[in-house]
């Protein structure tokens, strides 16, 4: 059984950078089948997409946060990361590492399927 676990510190300063890691285990992040992305979920506000990272190692990002995001990937610990930079108080949010399956000619994004998503950690970027 699949299963995903967010990890990084809860407070973040604002000005500095948001670094997350999601340890997959039960299954490999290199298998074609899947993207491994990030979503995130601002108090009182709806999911926003940030982006995903699939086998091969592309990366794809929401046009919003793309000038601030970088996902990356350590295979050898079946794990990737999202890192934002220049966080600000609205970037506040749950924060979720997830998994959806690829679809051929679609690349991902929002509108992708995430069945799977580990359970969340609260990120507080505050002075």
């Known amino acids: 059984q699949v299963q995903l676990q967010e990890s990084g510190p809860g407070l973040v300063k604002p000005s500095q950078m948001l670094s997350l890691t999601c340890t997959v285990s039960?299954?490999?992040?290199?298998?074609?089948?899947?993207?491994w992305g990030w979503i995130r979920q601002p108090p009182g506000k709806g999911y926003e997409w940030m982006g995903a990272?699939?086998?091969?190692?592309?990366?794809y990002y929401s046009p919003s946060l793309k000038s601030r995001t970088s996902i990356s990937r350590d295979t050898s610990k079946n794990q990737f990361s999202v890192q934002l930079s220049s966080v600000t108080p609205e970037d506040t949010a749950m924060y979720y590492c997830?998994?959806?399956?690829?679809?051929?000619?679609?690349?991902?994004?929002?509108?992708?399927?995430?069945?799977?998503w580990g359970q969340g950690t609260q990120v507080t970027v505050s002075s």
């Open positions: 039960g299954g490999s992040i290199t298998t074609n089948d899947y993207a």
């Open positions: 990272i699939v086998y091969d190692g592309s990366t």
């Open positions: 997830v998994r959806g399956t690829l679809r051929a000619g679609l690349a991902p994004s929002y509108e992708y399927e995430y069945d799977l």
